[in-house]
């Protein structure tokens, strides 16, 4: 079955750097859509960035608040979709997640990997 398992996730001080995974297994990753998604305490979940497959190019797209911030990339031989998150703010701080699919979640939920940003 479809699974999600993100990881790297942590505590970090303002203005720091931090890169978190999600290993993907149950489909032929190369050939689907990953996006990165996270909730805040009390908020709804919401999309951070997406990537398309390759074989239409891995274009990008990100949510207002993390670009020029956040770097979506993905690792087709090993199943695995990264988020790399400079310069993280406060804000930034929720459980992080992946799904497969370009900004629309198409599947369930994995358990997501937890990102705390303060001082």
């Known amino acids: 079955q479809v699974q999600f398992v993100e990881s790297g996730g942590g505590l970090v001080q303002p203005g720091g750097s931090l890169r978190v995974s999600c290993y993907a297994s149950g489909f032929t990753f190369s050939s689907v859509d990953m996006s990165w998604y996270r909730q805040a305490p009390g908020k709804e979940r919401e999309l951070v960035a997406g990537i398309t497959r390759p074989s239409i190019g891995e274009s990008t797209d990100y949510a207002d608040s993390v670009k020029g911030r956040f770097t979506i990339s993905r690792d087709n031989a090993r199943n695995t979709v990264y988020l790399q998150m400079n310069n993280l703010k406060p804000e930034d701080t929720a459980v992080y997640y992946c799904?497969?699919?370009?900004?629309?979640?198409?599947?369930?939920w994995g358990q997501g990997t937890q990102v705390t940003v303060s001082s």
């Open positions: 799904n497969y699919g370009f900004l629309v979640p198409l599947g369930s």
